[in-house]
């Protein structure tokens, strides 16, 4: 879906932390 592969390339672009804390919840 478009929808996730934008949330993707957002949670991508963003830095490692943020990265990791999406992820992780």
């Not at 478009?2 to 990791?20: C, D, I, N, R």
Request: glycine share 8%; hydrophobic share 50%; aromatic share 8%.
């Amino acid at each position: 879906m478009v929808v996730e592969a934008s949330l993707f390339f957002l949670l991508t672009s963003l830095p490692p932390g943020v990265s990791v804390r999406r992820n992780g919840s």
